[in-house]
């Protein structure tokens, strides 16, 4: 277990950073709006590593508060945003991007001057976009995704170690406390996490080649297999392994989840798209006319890209 994140005492007369506390958790209150995979697993491992003085949540219905209060990832559920985030230090959002824009407006009255809101969306222009308008001033934003998940959902499924040696990428807007910024950095070291920082639009051209573009295509070659005739499919499922197994995995995740991903980062889905398309175009001209020499050369240099995730520790 790594050591409890804590402050020393400042000098006096100097001015406190932003969200912080002068002692105790590197938070003294934390909100977490949305308490999902994500905001379960982020609640947990900020009261096992002593992160979060107090951790308040909302979620959408009343069976997803009680249950995350149960399984201790919080310690006092709300039933709306502006009581949730009252007096908190951190405001992380983990909620489906597409709900971003009305819970910023519904929070926006409860936030407390030098408050840091955050969130943990795979798209990172658009919370920008949808967040950086409806915050009052004297409030910092400071984006985040931790590149972490599985295909499970709900407050049952988080763990306290789903961020362990993953990345965590900030996307601040030009201007943001740096203090701001540094503290959201400690918050996911502390869980854990390896953390870079990014520009928005980068973060977003990324995340649509190494994420976003294999979940699209994971969705589409299993819808392709529920259309195969009857007696196809059922031998489809009996003897998937490997491959389409690792594609139906994909697929289980949250489809609303990525309903939201795909809509707002269109351009550079879009993008990647049409270059898959074109690879795909010349892996079809190899087969077709027996080119093996191609087909290998191409596949060898793609396994050594396997290989670079594993030295890297990602596989």
């Not at 308008?133 to 499970?152: K, S």
């Not at 490997?242 to 609303?256: E, L, N, Y």
């Not at 190899?286 to 030295?311: M, N, P, V, Y």
Request: hydrophobic share 45%; with cysteine; proline share 6%.
């Amino acid at each position: 277990m790594m050591a409890d994140p804590t402050h020393s005492k400042p000098e006096p007369g100097a001015k406190p950073e932003p969200g912080a506390a002068t002692t105790g958790p590197l938070f003294a209150r934390v909100a977490l709006i949305g308490l999902g995979l994500i905001g379960s697993s982020l609640g947990r491992v900020m009261k096992r590593e002593s992160l979060a003085g107090v951790i308040a949540g909302t979620a959408r219905t009343e069976a997803t508060r009680q249950k995350a209060l149960e399984l201790g990832a919080i310690d006092h559920a709300f039933d709306d945003a502006p009581g949730c985030v009252a007096d908190a230090d951190l405001v992380v959002i983990c909620a489906p991007l597409g709900a971003y824009a009305d819970i910023a407006t519904a929070m926006a009255p409860g936030l407390k001057p030098g408050a840091i809101v955050t969130d943990v969306g795979s798209v990172k222009q658009m919370v920008i976009r949808d967040l950086a308008p409806a915050l009052p001033d004297g409030v910092h934003l400071v984006p985040a995704h931790p590149v972490a998940g599985t295909e499970h959902s709900g407050p049952e499924a988080g763990f306290a170690e789903l961020f362990e040696g993953r990345w965590c990428i900030l996307t601040p807007p030009p201007g943001t406390d740096a203090r701001a910024v540094e503290k959201v950095a400690q918050l996911w070291r502390g869980a854990g996490s390896l953390v870079d920082i990014m520009e928005a639009g980068h973060h977003d051209k990324v995340m649509a080649i190494t994420s976003h573009l294999p979940h699209l295509i994971a969705y589409t070659i299993v819808g392709t297999a529920t259309d195969l005739e009857r007696q196809l499919q059922a031998e489809v499922i009996k003897f998937a392994a490997g491959g389409f197994r690792d594609f139906t995995r994909i697929a289980a995740s949250d489809p609303v989840m990525w309903r939201d991903i795909f809509l707002n980062n269109r351009e550079a889905v879009l993008e990647m798209v049409g270059r898959l398309t074109e690879d795909l175009a010349v892996l079809q001209r190899a087969i077709r006319w027996g080119e093996g020499e191609k087909l290998e050369e191409i596949f060898t240099r793609t396994r050594e890209i396997r290989r670079s995730i594993i030295d890297a520790g990602q596989a």
